[in-house]
């Protein structure tokens, strides 16, 4: 009710009680003329007025109820023909498709959908608004996606998704689907806007076709690199590439994400990079290194740090390579790092190749065997070797029947 309505209203009950006090005395006065008990006569008065104004007031209440009922449907009613009629005229000529749709909490009812759905799409605007048009037009290895999408973005009353819809030609096109609540008109209409970007995944997906051709190169790079170092040392040819292996397997074991098992994939192939310095004939003594050339051989984590440190990996390579001889208790070298000092990558990198090395032939003595690596880290967890990389690594072996190679 406005200030006009509240007015009138008194202005109506002031006049009645007017009347009422006044003709009500006169009237009394014409039938009875003059009366005695007074009291009486005027409480009969009161109650009469009390109950004749509280019915008219009533009346008068409910009349403007259904009145302001009247007027708010109304303009509901004028609402919604703006946006079912007025809307997509003004949308119709704008690069993009738009829609109106009615969601009751289960069926989902497309109201309209704007002229330029023939020109996106090669539909008309009455297929579109048939029942379940929509779910057949989405690509089948999207439609679950898209359906538990825009489900929820219509209970949070607006969102936006991606997904593939049918052309009418049989090809698919990339929409950004863009859907709000039109809150103004209904709780239960929405209107969306698909925007057209196949020319943005076509980019994209060039992008990642560039992007894995680049990878592939990067890593036969890394290959290569590796078999030069495993030419000068013929006797651990491979070596490089199964630490690598088995250090992505025991990452995968302890639960670590994708990321950083390809990483370590990566590490293993380059942590003995090193060796390239190192002269052939050290690499290759079938009997044990003097000191003197023992320091020689241990150079090789620091050089290959210094060929690797200006590399922009994603990963630590560099610092894995440093770090692949340094033990928990601070006795490997070339830094003496200890516990946390040393990156987990490297601690996992530490135990496979000790395993790969004692489970292969070297120039100086026969394989050792598995049986006597898995030992040796099993002996030494907690002191050299980090212990939960020690775990992960005997379960592979034990319970999964790892195979080095494989």
Known sequence: MNKRRYQKLVAIYLLASLIWIIGSDWLLAQLIGDFNDSYVLSAGKGVAFVTLMSGLLYVLLMRLNSAERQVASAVTDGTEQLVLNKIPT?????????????????????LW?????????????????????????????????????????????????????????????YFHDELRRVESVSATCFVGIWRDISTEESALEQVQEY?????????????????????????????????GELASAIA??????????????????????????????????????????????????????NILKNIAFPWPVAEVAYQHHERLDGTGYPRGLKGDEIL???????????????ATNRPYRH????????QEIEQHAGKLYDPEVCNAALTLFRQKNYKLGD
């Open 367 to 374: 394989a050792l065997g598995i049986k006597k690596a898995l």
């Open 211 to 243: 992007s894995t051709k680049l990878e592939k190169t990067i890593l036969g790079t890394i290959t290569a690199i590796s078999h030069m170092v495993e030419l000068r040392d013929p006797y651990t040819a491979g070596h490089e590439s199964r630490v």
């Open 90 to 110: 003004f949308f119709q000529h704008i690069p993009m498709l738009t829609y109106a749709v009615n969601w009751d909490g289960k069926t989902l009812r497309t």
């Open 252 to 305: 995968l074991e302890m639960g670590l994400d994708m990321d950083t098992q390809y990483g370590l994939r990566i590490a293993g192939l380059l942590h003995d990079i090193g060796k390239i310095s190192i002269p052939a004939e050290y690499l290759t003594k079938p009997t044990r290194l003097t000191d003197a050339e023992f320091e020689i051989i241990k150079s090789h984590a620091c050089n290959g740090y």
């Open 113 to 173: 959908v704007s002229d330029n759905l023939y020109d996106l799409l090669g539909y008309t605007q009455e297929e579109a608004l048939q029942p379940g048009w929509w779910e057949k037009c989405v690509h089948p290895d999207d439609r679950l996606r898209a359906l538990e999408e825009s489900k929820t973005i219509l209970a949070n009353g607006g969102g936006d998704h991606y997904y593939r819809v049918k052309h009418a030609k049989g090809h698919y096109v």
């Open 344 to 358: 987990l990558e490297a601690r996992i990198i530490t135990v496979a190749d000790v395993i790969e090395s004692m």
